[in-house]
């Protein structure tokens, strides 16, 4: 059994052959954190009971004057009666205090894994793949009840954790705090990594050592951002790519969150994430439940790249759904870069033609085909075709293309109204705003209140019919602002600050419905690029658009970074015009397609205007994609060398049974008189042999991972090659 109680003991062993967790009732009464890691056989008690008070420590239990929480390593502590650590949660009660008293009360123990209401979460397809423990605490005073869950996966070194909270009593309290998940490691001589960055510079990865007090990253933009992932790591010291022990957090939720470590005086880290709470209370009345999203730990003793395996793995065949989740993804070209605003019919006819005879599947309509759209200054809400731009509308467009066999897709920002807009103007109280404050704008828009059911109505309402109105394959859901004023018109002064979360779950709720409705579209989200690139908004759409970066250099680190825990098949990538749009460079067409071909491949640029040179080498990149697109989007991912370290990059991709892989190397700018380099390869089996690029020659796989593949002497910048590795009998 997965997992165990151990009823003398009071001990619940949560493991998979591979990974334990082990929590401890201490005294009967409040869970204790035992260890997490590397699969152990067996519990020491002795160790938790190691936990005394200190000097200035209060102490709870006239029995046992040394026991206090002040330094018990807890599952989901609380603040108030003795521990002074930060809490995992905060509760207001009707009298207005902060102090509750969570013990035991009972347990559950079940195979499989239940959704979370209203939420996106990982899931299961059969109940063997997974099993679950719910801890139930009791506040008599309160009358509130607290479900701690647990999920460990049989067969992925991963374990998911929420918590929910049930008012069973008399009296409403309120929620001040409620993290998803809680850890107190027994040491901080760690590591913590995590992933920052900004508009067009995503996911970059920062690692420093852990310091004494509080380390935390976190959003309040009601969206999970561009500037921190949701996300959060802590490795053993020593940990790369390939060795060293990591312990990943990811929140599954696309909104404020927060995610800390709190190193105390006894060495003891605290880890947590959850919804921010900061600018967040939720009102529980008698007979309410209240459920966090749900956090995804992954422990590795492989690395890093063991971590991102796991995640890719997890988020790829359990987070993602929808007919797409198995499938690779149609070669697109979208026209934002090629036309921004000033397009019409003929202008897009002409790129889809070129596309097409190059090799492109889908052809993707950007902003700006609706209301009077012709900049960014008008028209988000009305949701009708310009038929100044697109005479015969989005069916004769979709017509055109579909008759070339190639796919239709559109854009669409459906959060957002501008003030100039007949929705606004119908609707001037739907937009997220605080009565008598002004409304600030952001690239000219307000964000629509999606915390009221009315406007969620009309959203799914007016975008089924958009989806209806033309044979649409693809849609991209943009989002192109953070949320400022955030208060709801709908919503009483007590309930104010739920705003944003019931926004989340308004989102959510929508792109149940609408992904129920349109079952086989192929959707990607992006908030100006990568500002929602999260696990939650990849539970309704498989893929993201990255980043507005479209530099191949840049983008190396933006998906180098990304590839931290999110697999390639969910990155959308494209090949752009130089000089690039974002940062000018030039680099040259051959790396900018190597980059984008290590995702999911696209286009966005005038493709009609290139040379006749430059679409030959297109349609080569683009045969050459079709035959390695398999391993992109379902191998697993080595990175072997970081854009981060240095001039080069390199990134492979294994298929599952070893027998062929492709590997990137990209380097930036050239060194004169460059050492001979040896790039040594991962993932492949040690005996077998293999060709690379078909040549007569073979190597053994340990020739390959040990020695290396030897690399042409590079006199470029902007140089990349592709090898891709084939088993031979
Ligand atoms: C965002 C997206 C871009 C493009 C524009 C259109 O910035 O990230 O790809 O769709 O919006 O306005």
């Not at 460990?152 to 929910?164: A, E, G, K, N, Q």
């Not at 009345?285 to 995640?311: C, H, N």
């Not at 792109?511 to 129920?516: F, G, I, V």
């Not at 690399?711 to 088993?727: A, G």
Request: proline share 5%; aromatic share 12%; glycine share 6%.
């Amino acid at each position: 059994m997965p997992i165990e109680w151990n009823e003398k003991e009071k001990v619940f062993h949560l493991s998979n052959g591979r990974v334990s967790y082990i929590i401890q009732l201490v005294l009967g009464k409040y869970p204790a954190h035992l260890y997490w890691g590397r699969q152990v056989k067996t519990r020491q008690s002795s160790s938790i009971l190691a936990f005394k008070g200190r000097a200035f420590s209060p102490t709870t239990e006239p029995k046992d004057p040394k026991f206090s929480l002040d330094t018990l390593p807890q599952e989901y502590p609380a603040y108030g009666n003795g521990d002074f650590r930060s809490p995992a949660y905060q509760l207001r009660s009707a009298d207005g205090s902060t102090i509750t008293e969570f013990v035991y009360n009972s347990h559950e123990i079940f195979q499989g894994k239940r959704p979370l209401k209203g939420l996106p979460a990982a899931y299961i397809e059969d109940d063997s793949e997974a099993d679950t423990l719910i801890i139930t605490l009791v506040d008599s005073l309160l009358g509130v009840g607290m479900n701690l869950h647990y999920t460990i996966y049989r067969d992925l070194d991963v374990i998911t954790r929420s918590v929910s909270f049930e008012h069973l009593g008399s009296r409403e309290v309120e929620l001040h705090k409620c993290m998803s998940m809680s850890v107190d490691f027994h040491q901080a001589d760690w590591d913590w990594l995590h992933l920052h960055g900004t508009w067009s510079r995503e996911r970059h990865i920062e690692r420093s050592s852990l310091h004494h007090g509080i380390q935390t990253i976190s959003s309040a933009r009601g969206a999970s951002s561009h500037q921190h992932n949701p996300f959060i790591a802590l490795l053993s010291r020593n940990t790369d790519e390939e060795y060293g022990d990591v312990y990943g957090v990811s929140l599954v939720y696309s909104g404020n969150f927060q995610a800390a470590i709190e190193v105390d005086s006894f060495q003891t880290t605290r880890l947590s994430i959850g919804i921010n709470p900061f600018d967040f209370t939720w009102l529980l009345k008698p007979g309410e439940t209240f459920q966090t999203p749900e956090a995804i730990m992954v422990y590795s003793s492989d690395g890093l790249g063991g971590m991102s395996r796991t995640y890719h793995k997890l988020l790829r065949t359990r987070v993602c759904r929808g007919v797409y989740r198995d499938k690779t993804r149609p070669i697109l070209i979208n026209n934002w870069e090629a036309t921004y605003f000033d397009f019409n019919e003929k202008k897009l006819k002409k790129i889809a033609d070129a596309g097409n005879e190059l090799g492109i599947e889908l052809f993707v309509l950007d902003d700006g085909w609706f209301g009077r759209r012709d900049n960014d200054k008008s028209s988000l809400g009305d949701w009708v075709v310009n038929r100044k731009k697109l005479p015969n509308g989005l069916a004769g467009l979709a017509d055109y293309i579909g008759k070339k066999r190639m796919q239709f897709g559109l854009w669409v920002e459906p959060e957002m109204v501008s003030p100039d807009s007949e929705l606004y103007r119908r609707h001037p109280d739907w937009c997220l705003h605080v009565p008598g404050r002004r409304r600030t704008p952001s690239r000219n828009q307000l964000v629509l209140d999606l915390s009221r059911k009315e406007v969620c109505d009309y959203l799914i309402d007016t975008l089924s019919k958009v989806f209806k109105s033309a044979p649409i394959s693809y849609v991209k859901w943009d989002m192109n602002r953070n949320m400022t004023e955030i208060g709801s018109a709908a919503l009483p002064p007590e309930r104010q600050r739920e705003t944003v979360h019931r926004y989340m779950l308004g989102l959510y709720w929508i792109l149940e419905k609408l992904t129920e409705r349109f079952p086989t579209i192929l959707y990607e989200s992006c908030s100006g690029g990568g500002g929602r690139f999260d696990p939650g908004m990849l539970y309704y759409m498989p893929q993201t658009w990255t980043s507005d970066d479209t530099d191949a250099v840049e983008r190396l680190k933006i998906q180098y970074g990304t590839s931290l825990i999110y697999p390639a098949i969910t990155m959308g990538a494209h090949v752009s015009d130089v000089p690039n749009h974002q940062v000018g460079r030039t680099t040259p067409l051959l790396m900018r397609c190597h980059v984008a071909m290590a995702a999911n491949l696209g286009f966005e640029l005038n493709i009609d205007k290139l040379s006749e040179d430059d679409k030959t080498l297109v349609a080569a990149q683009i045969q050459q994609y079709h035959q390695i697109k398999d391993l992109v989007c379902f191998g697993d991912q080595f990175r072997l060398l970081s854009p981060f370290a240095g001039m080069d990059t390199a990134w492979m991709y294994v298929s599952p049974k070893q027998e062929r892989a492709v590997v990137f190397y990209y380097k930036t700018l050239a060194t004169p008189n460059p050492p001979f380099f040896r790039l040594k390869l991962r993932g492949l089996k040690r005996e077998a042999m293999y060709k690379v690029n078909n040549d007569d020659k073979v190597f053994f796989g340990d020739e390959l991972m040990q020695i290396g593949l030897t690399l042409p002497l590079i006199k470029k910048d902007y140089s990349s090659h592709l090898y891709q590795i084939e088993k031979v009998n």
